[in-house]
């Protein structure tokens, strides 16, 4: 069964950054997948407290890595 759903704009944007080729469906199970990825998250996120910079960094650099072990996959095939 398919359901419908209704998000903001932005954060659509910002799951769609995050899916990369995945469907919408399968990274949200991912996430919450039995439970335990929404849990780990919010663990996450409660023990780290990082600027703005920070965590731009962060994403850049796996952005960059996810990048690069796309275009490696590529290749190899």
Avoid: P, Q, W
């Avoid at 990082?50 to 996810?66: F, H, N």
């Amino acid at each position: 069964m398919v359901k419908t759903i209704t998000i903001r704009d932005d954060v659509y944007e910002k799951l769609r950054v995050l899916k990369g080729d995945a469907s919408l469906s399968d990274f949200i199970e991912r996430l919450i997948g039995g439970g335990k990825g929404i849990e780990v998250l919010k663990k996450i996120r409660g023990n780290i407290d990082l600027s703005s910079e920070e965590k731009e960094a962060i994403l850049k650099e796996i952005y960059g890595k996810r990048n690069e072990s796309r275009c490696h996959a590529v290749n190899v095939e």
